[in-house]
């Protein structure tokens, strides 16, 4: 009681399987307040009353016999309360899946300083900066929009590609302080002057993933599911990754797919599948 994260007990004997199921106990309910004697609280007394009873449930948890091959790969979804019966009924009557759309999932850009390399639009438009693009994170990401209020030091074109540093003076000027620092940077542990960057460089641009410029960005530290449509202009850093569809999908096709994300049903699966966070 107390400890926020789910926990999961397993019984095993070092032996071959004996039976096709496994019992489970799934969870519906947590403790409503921290017992005065934890042996005494309301779901461990659940779990010990009906772990022998397998098709039992109450407000707190329900019993089953789990088939083994279920327990064969992760994730396991054993909520309670009939939960991850649906999240297999889900599985089983989805048409298809990102990875047979060939989506494209991973991270836009990655600084490797974001104290250095990412501003305030004051604060460029005071230095009288313009390489700068606007920026967004996991936590501007809600409600279906992106609400930035960063920049980005941007020595690119809009596609990433590198500029000649002689265009980069004021640029350059700005940074020169932190040179250290930037310098510093590794990726993979891998100095970046070493895996053949410029000092000033963003440390990870994935240029591919700019060509296009519709993307679904989401917020991957979240209690809920918040997924946004950007019609391009903004950079996302590692906390909104992106998800690119092939080359020739439509607007209309992002919003599909967008709405299904955004949906309590995904919401529900998601929270069956993923990390709590």
């Not at 095993?12 to 004697?37: F, H, N, S, W």
């Not at 510093?184 to 000092?199: C, S, Y």
């Amino acid at each position: 009681p107390g400890h926020g994260t789910p926990t999961v007990i397993l019984f095993g004997r070092d032996r071959a399987p004996v039976g096709d199921t496994v019992r489970t106990v799934m969870g519906i309910k947590g403790e409503p307040a921290t017992p005065a004697d934890a042996s005494k609280g309301l779901v461990w007394s659940a779990i010990v009353s009906q772990v022998d009873h397998a098709g039992s449930e109450n407000e707190w948890v329900s019993v089953s016999g789990t088939p083994r091959e279920t327990f064969a790969k992760h994730p396991w979804s054993i909520g309670g309360g009939g939960a991850a019966e649906l999240r297999d009924s889900l599985d089983a009557s989805a048409p298809q899946s990102l990875a047979t759309k060939n989506a494209d999932i991973g991270f836009l850009v990655i600084t490797g300083e974001d104290n250095c390399l990412l501003l305030e639009p004051d604060v460029a438009s005071r230095f009288g900066l313009s390489m700068t693009v606007p920026i967004g994170d996991g936590e501007a990401l809600r409600d279906w929009t992106c609400e930035t209020d960063l920049e980005c030091f941007w020595p690119y074109d809009p596609l990433g590609a590198d500029l000649d540093p002689t265009a980069l003076h004021s640029y350059l000027n700005i940074l020169w302080p932190y040179r250290a620092i930037l310098k510093g940077r590794k990726a993979f542990g891998i100095p970046v002057e070493q895996k053949g960057l410029r000092w000033w460089d963003i440390r990870e641009v994935y240029r591919e993933r700019l060509k296009a410029p519709l993307s679904i960005t989401f917020a991957f530290v979240a209690t809920h599911n918040h997924f946004v449509l950007d019609r391009g202009g903004k950079v996302f850093n590692r906390s909104a990754p992106v998800i690119k569809l092939p080359a020739g999908a439509t607007e209309d096709d992002h919003l599909a797919l967008l709405g299904l994300l955004n949906s309590s049903t995904a919401c529900f699966w998601m929270k069956q599948v993923f990390h709590n966070k």
